[in-house]
C-alpha cells in the first residue's frame, strides 16, 4: 500500500540513495538530507511502499522547506520519484500532500518551486495541480526574463547556466 508520511528515523538515508537513482535531480550529500529530516523534517514528506512484512520502500520524496526571504511561502526544493514509479501519481500525491500541509501551516499561504525550461514532466505536474507561473515577480534585481515555449523563465537563475520557471500556488 502507497503511503505518504513525513520523514522519520533513517528514512533520510533512502531519499539519499533513490536521489542518485533519479535523472533530473542533483543527489546532494547524505548529510543534506539529514540535516533536512532533522530540522525541517515537517515539510520533507516521503511516499513509501509499506509492506506487511518487512521494511517500507521509499518510492519518492519532497523536501521542502517555508522560505524566510519569501515569507508565507512553502518552497519545494526537491521533488522526485523513481524511475519505474513515475507517471503513478505518485508525484501528484506528494504535490497534493505539500499543499495540503501548507494549508494547515500557520502563516503559510502559498507553494512555490522553481522547474528548469527543459523539464517538461515537471512543468506538467505543477500545472495540472494548479499552480501558476510567476517568474516575473520572483526575479531578482538584474535578473533577465526570458521566454520558452510561451513560458516566463529567469535567465540563469542559479548561476548554473540553466533556465528556471517560476511556479506558485496561493492557498
Ligand atoms: C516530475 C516527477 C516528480 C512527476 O512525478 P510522477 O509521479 O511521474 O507524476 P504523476 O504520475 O503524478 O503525473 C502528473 C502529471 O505530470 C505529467 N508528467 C509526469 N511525468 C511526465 C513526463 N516524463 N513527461 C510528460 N509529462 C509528465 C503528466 O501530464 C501527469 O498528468 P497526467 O498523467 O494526468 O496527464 C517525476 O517524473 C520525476 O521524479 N522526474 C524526475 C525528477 C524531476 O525532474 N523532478 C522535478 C525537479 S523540479
Known sequence: M????T??????????RLAGEIDGIVQHAGHVYKIMADHFGDSFFIAHEKKQNGPSVVLG???G????KFKGHLFVWQIAVSHKSQGKK????LLKHTVEYARKTRDCHAVMA???????????LFEKLGFTIRSEKFRGNGQVLTVHHGKEAVENFYGSGTDQIFYVMEL
Do not use: C, P, W
Open 2 to 5: 502507497l503511503a505518504i508520511d
Open 61 to 63: 520524496f519532497m523536501l
Open 114 to 124: 522553481t522547474v528548469e525550461t527543459t523539464n517538461i514532466g515537471s512543468q506538467r
Open 7 to 16: 520523514v522519520r528515523g533513517e528514512d533520510y538515508k533512502a531519499v539519499h
Open 65 to 68: 522547506f517555508v522560505s524566510q
Open 90 to 93: 505518485v508525484g501528484s500525491g
